[in-house]
Nanobody
């Protein structure tokens, strides 16, 4: 069974950068579309970015376009989210999601805090 583990979160000042990783185990990732979501305190979970199974197509929320980049390396069973020019409003728990047909799998999340 596929399992996802996120890492790379932390605290950074506004304008800084972080790179989040989502590493899969139990199955290969190449059968799944992958998305990054985030949830801030008191808010619902929102989609940030997603990437197709082969990595040839990606989409972004308007709030992160031009600042965040999603990528994947199926050989390493890994998906990355490069986050640049971070803003305080990017503060949230970030989750990795793998979806294929009826399968919808979530990681445990990693905290990102942007604060001066």
């Amino acid at each position: 069974q596929l399992q996802l583990v996120e890492s790379g979160g932390g605290e950074v000042q506004p304008g800084g950068s972080l790179r989040l990783s989502c590493v899969a185990s139990g199955e290969t990732l190449d059968g799944y579309g992958i998305g990054w979501f985030r949830q801030a305190p008191g808010s619902g979970r929102e989609g940030v970015a997603c990437i197709s199974r082969r990595g040839d197509s990606s989409t972004y929320a308007d709030s992160v376009k031009g600042r965040f980049t999603i990528s994947r390396d199926n050989a390493k069973n890994t998906v990355l989210l490069q986050m640049n020019s971070l803003k305080p409003e990017d503060t949230a728990v970030y989750y990795c999601n793998a979806k294929s047909g009826l399968f919808d799998i979530w990681g445990q999340g990693t905290q990102v805090t942007v604060s001066s």
